[in-house]
C-alpha cells in the first residue's frame, strides 16, 4: 500500500496535507493512540518542510508518501531545495523548533523506529521516519521455559548435548519465524543489536520481500537448532551474512558451515559480487567461520555494538563496546579499481587489497570539483552506532558531514559514528585528510558498499577502546586493530 502528495511550500497547503496524513494512516492497522501521535509527528514535520525548505519568497515543490511494505511504514517528506545547506541545518539545529523536539520525543516514546535525512545533492533532501507495524515482540506471551537463556558452554558444561542426528539445513518457512525468535532470545537475551530477530512478523515479512534470506538447521525432531542469514542491507551488490545463532545442545556439528554455504549459493542466484561479515571480536570462532568459507579480511568496525550485549556463557560482562572484524568474501573475479586515500594509508591500505586479491592502482587524490554532495544520515539508537554514508562528494560534504556527525554525537547520543566515503572518487583521499583533523580515522574498505564501488571507512569514537579485549585470529586482523587503535590515538591527540 501506497500513497503520495505533492504540494508546494504555500502555508495554505498544510490543511490538505493534514486531511491527507489522517485519511491514509486510518487505512493501516495502527492502534488509536500511535495513529494519533505518528499523525501529529507527520504534521509537525511538514509543517517544518514548509516553512524551512525553500527560501523565503522562492515557492517550491515538495513529496510527501507514505508506504507499506509487509508491515513497514515508511514515510518521508521530500523537497527539492536547498542542497546541503549547512548553515541552515545548523540554525535549524539550535532554534528548538518544534521538529527536533518532537524527533526527540519520537524515539523516547517508539511513535517511530528509526529517523533518517537522506541528502540528494542538488535534488534536496528528505526526512525519512520508519514505524514496524508488527510490534509483537517474542518475550511477551510465551512461557520462562521457552525463553529461559541458554548457557552456551564452550566445551562440556550445563547444557547437555542433543543425541547425534541427521539436519536438514534449507530456507526459513514463515511458520518457523517464531522458533527463530525463541532461538535468538535463548542465545543473546534481549541484548542483539538487531531488535528485528525478537519479532517473528517482522522475520517473516523481511523474508517475504526478500530483503532478508534466513535458512535454518533443523533437527530430526522438527525443530530450529540453528539459524544464520543474508541480510541485503547494503546499496551495492553484497550481501551480509548474520543473525547467527545455534542451540548450545547442537553446537560442534558443523551447522554454521552449512548454513553459510547454502547461502553464498542464495547470493550467487541473486548475482551479488560477494558477501560480507562481521565477525565478534569478543571470540575468535565466527571470525574463524568466516575465514574458513573464504572471507578475507578487509577492516575492523570498532565498538559497532554496545557493552550490554551478551554472549551466553562465552562473555556475558562486556569491558567495552563490542567491535568486529570485517571480512569479504567475492563470488567472481574482482575488477580492476583506482583508489584514493591519503598517502600515509595507502600501505595499509596496499595490504588489505592484497589480502582481498584484487587488482588496484593508487591515483591522486584532488578536491572535488562539483558544487554540492550526496549523503544519508541513520541511527541505530539500540546500538547508539550512527553512520554518514556519503555517495558523490561536493564542495559542501566535508562541512555536512562535521555537521551531520556533531549532531549524531551531542543529539542522538550516538557512541560511535562510521562514515563512509567513496573510495573511487577522486576527492575521497582530501575528504579523508580534512575529516581526521575532527576525530574520525581510518577503520578499513567495504569491497562494493556502494552502487558506485568500494567505500572508505572512518570511525569516531566517543570513548577510547582497550586493545586486549579486541581477540583476533589473523595476523592481518591484528595489525588492522591496531593500526585503527593507534590512529584513534594520533587523531584525538590533534584536537
Keep these: 500500500m501506497q500513497f503520495e502528495l505533492s504540494f508546494d511550500n504555500d502555508p495554505r497547503s498544510l490543511a490538505a496535507v493534514e486531511a491527507f496524513v489522517e485519511s491514509a494512516l486510518r487505512q493501516l492497522p495502527l492502534a488509536d493512540d500511535d495513529g494519533k501521535r505518528l499523525c501529529a509527528l507527520i504534521n509537525a514535520a511538514a ?23 509487509g508491515g513497514r511504514l515508511e514515510i518521508r517528506i521530500r523537497d527539492f531545495g536547498l542542497p546541503q545547506d549547512v548553515g541552515q541545518m ?45 510490534r509483537g515482540h517474542i518475550a511477551a506471551g510465551l512461557s520462562p521455559d521457552e525463553l529461559t537463556p541458554a548457557v552456551a558452554p564452550l566445551s562440556v558444561g550445563a547444557v547437555p548435548l542433543a543425541p547425534p542426528q541427521e539436519y536438514t539445513v534449507r530456507r526459513l518457512l514463515p511458520s518457523e519465524a517464531t522458533q527463530v525468535s525463541q532461538l535468538m532470545y535463548r542465545t543473546y537475551g534481549g541484548t542483539y543489536f538487531n531488535a528485528d530477530v525478537y519479532y517473528p512478523d517482522r522475520i517473516a515479512s523481511l523474508n517475504q520481500e526478500q530483503e532478508v534470506i534466513s535458512v535454518i538447521a533443523v533437527g530430526e525432531d522438527g525443530r530450529v537448532a540453528a539459524h544464520c542469514a543474508l541480510e541485503r542491507n547494503r546499496l551495492g551488490q553484497v550481501a551480509e551474512i548474520g543473525q547467527a545463532a545455534v542451540d548450545p545442545a547442537h553446537r560442534g556439528r558443523g551447522l554454521l558451515d552449512r548454513m553459510k554455504q547454502l547461502l553464498e549459493g542464495e547470493a550467487r542466484s541473486l548475482g551479488l559480487v560477494g558477501w560480507y561479515a562481521d565477525a565478534v571480536t569478543v571470540h575468535t570462532f565466527t571470525q574463524q567461520s568466516d575465514a574458513h568459507h573464504g572471507g578475507h579480511v578487509c577492516g575492523v568496525d570498532l565498538a559497532v555494538s554496545p557493552e550490554s550485549e551478551s554472549f551466553r556463557g562465552i562473555a556475558q560482562h562486556l569491558r567495552q563496546r563490542v567491535s568486529c572484524v570485517l571480512y569479504f568474501r567475492w563470488l567472481g573475479d ?60 561536493g564542495r559542501d560534504s566535508v562541512p555536512a558531514i562535521r555537521h551531520a556527525v556533531r549532531e549524531l554525537v551531542e543529539q542522538s547520543r550516538a557512541e560511535v559514528v562510521v562514515v563512509e566515503l567513496p573510495l573511487v572518487d577522486p576527492a575521497c583521499g582530501h575528504a579523508s585528510e580534512q ?37 583476533t585470529f589473523e595476523p592481518l586482523a591484528a595489525r588492522l586493530v591496531e593500526y585503527a587503535l593507534a590512529e584513534q590515538n594520533r587523531v584525538r591527540a590533534g584536537l
Design 47 to 69: 509543517h517544518d518542510a514548509v516553512a524551512r525548505a525553500y527560501p523565503n519568497g522562492e515557492t517550491g515543490t515538495l513529496q510527501l508518501s507514505i508506504r507499506d511494505s
Design 90 to 134: 545548523e540554525a535549524r539545529l539550535q532554534s528548538g523548533v518544534s521538529l527536533r523536539a518532537w524527533l526527540r520525543a519520537a524515539q523516547q516514546t517508539d511513535v517511530v523506529d528509526e529517523v533518517h535525512w537522506l541528502a540528494f545533492g542538488p535534488q534536496g533532501k528528505a526526512l525519512q521516519l520508519v514505524k514496524w507495524l508488527h
Design 334 to 393: 574482482p575488477a580492476p579499481r583506482t583508489l584514493y586515500v591519503p598517502a600515509r594509508h595507502e600501505a595499509i591500505t596496499a595490504a588489505i587489497y592484497d589480502n582481498l586479491q584484487a587488482p588496484y592502482e593508487f591515483g591522486e587524490s584532488t578536491p572535488p570539483t562539483a558544487e554540492h554532495g550526496e549523503h544519508s544520515v541513520k541511527l541505530a539508537a539500540g546500538a547508539a552506532l550512527g553512520t554518514v554514508h556519503v555517495e558523490s562528494l
Design 435 to 471: 575529516l581526521e583533523a575532527d576525530g574520525l580515522a581510518f577503520t578499513g574498505v567495504g569491497p562494493h558498499f556502494s552502487p558506485r564501488g568500494d567505500i572508505l571507512k572512518l570511525t569516531y569514537l566517543v570513548r577510547p577502546l582497550a586493545r586486549e579485549p579486541i581477540k
